[in-house]
């Protein structure tokens, strides 16, 4: 063991630990996917617009005269623009940190009580699943992915209104309606990991 | 991912899973702590109950977690340490020490935190129902 008195190491505030996870947080803050596709910079976009805009890029990128080096790095670059927004979490993730807002880690809060309420939820899942006949853990297991799914359309419906008012003047929105955005997708986080976990068994591996 | 045979065995037989009675019991007894924590980053909720005898020990631990292996190990062995700690010694316990026992890799180094977090609530949350005086951790959050 350690001596106690080693500092406390956060991967998510030591330096060392930042590139382990550069997908979420600071790279990301530096790339525009929505530039990068030529779209709107707005949460409302739906999957087929996103596909029509990266369609037209890649047709674009393969028609033009360059080097092949060149047209795979276009193409990786469009290929990472489209993963970042084609998921509505990820998108609003990376419309969030483009407008400035705080990160996961700078911002853990959650709306109040939502904790006690997902490990009540958790508990209650796990004990019906596990008291449930193996032809009925499917059936058990469904009821809970259409709760879970419609918490899910609530979240996004909330973040969509956010981003609408946050954005509606033009200006940059403010840091508490950042924030604001920042707590809702926290909460968000948590039903994804519930339809994570129902989808790939009991806890989704180590 | 190569997980060490210690992080394996805790979450193949996790230790001390379960809790100290129902919630509004919980809520009654002056003798448990509870340390409810999330990490938003990967959606894990962890509950950790301490039970503190008149010495102030902990004599007994309990826990829930909704999360990867990782976090259930060490959730598992963070209630296996703090037995017969008192609370100031449980306090002392750095996540650090959790990634070596473990062999947590890089990536499931919040895991850890996440462990230390709930140790930290449920002292505090216990120190709150007995009127004693509790600690500000904020400033060991903020670090590099």
């Known amino acids: ?206 | 991912m190569a997980y060490g045979p210690k992080i394996i065995e805790h979450y193949e037989n996790p230790r001390n899973v379960g809790t100290f009675g129902t919630q509004s019991e919980i809520k009654q007894r002056k003798d448990v702590g509870v340390g409810l924590v999330g990490a938003p980053e990967c959606g894990d909720v962890m509950q950790l109950q301490i039970k503190v005898d008149q010495r102030g020990r902990i004599e007994d631990a309990k826990f829930k977690c909704f999360g990867c292996g990782s976090a259930i190990a060490s959730s598992s062995l963070a209630t296996e340490w703090i037995k017969g700690k008192t609370l100031d010694e449980a306090e002392e316990i750095r996540n650090t020490q959790i990634v070596e026992e473990l062999s947590l890799p890089p990536v499931k180094i919040h895991c850890s935190v996440l462990a230390e977090d709930a140790i930290k609530a449920a002292i505090e949350d216990y120190r709150k129902k007995n009127g004693l005086p509790t600690h500000d951790h904020d400033h060991e959050h903020a670090s590099a």
């Open chain 1, 1 to 206: 063991m350690v001596s106690p008195q080693t500092r406390r190491v956060n991967p998510d505030r030591d330096s060392r630990f930042r590139h382990l996870e550069p997908a979420r947080g600071y790279a990301q803050a530096m790339f525009d996917p929505f530039a990068s596709l030529g779209l709107e910079r707005r949460f409302d976009l739906d999957a087929a617009a996103i596909q029509r805009a990266f369609a037209v890029r890649s047709a674009d990128v393969h028609a033009r005269d360059a080097s092949e080096d060149e047209r795979d790095s276009t193409l990786s670059e469009i290929n990472r623009a489209k993963a970042l927004i084609e998921h509505p979490e990820s998108r609003a993730d990376t419309l969030l940190l483009l407008l400035g807002g705080p990160t996961r880690e700078t911002e853990r809060s959650l709306p109040d009580g939502f904790l006690q309420e997902m490990m009540e939820v958790r508990q209650t899942m796990e004990e019906e699943i596990e008291a449930a006949s193996e032809s009925d853990a499917r059936a058990v297991s469904d009821k809970w992915e259409v709760w879970a799914e419609a918490r899910r359309a609530g979240h996004e419906a909330r973040v969509a209104a956010m981003f609408r008012e946050g954005c509606s003047s033009g200006d940059q929105p403010s840091r508490a309606a950042l924030r604001a955005i920042r707590r809702e997708l926290n909460a968000w986080r948590y039903i994804e990991r519930m339809i994570e976990q129902l989808d790939g068994g009991r806890s989704g591996g180590l």
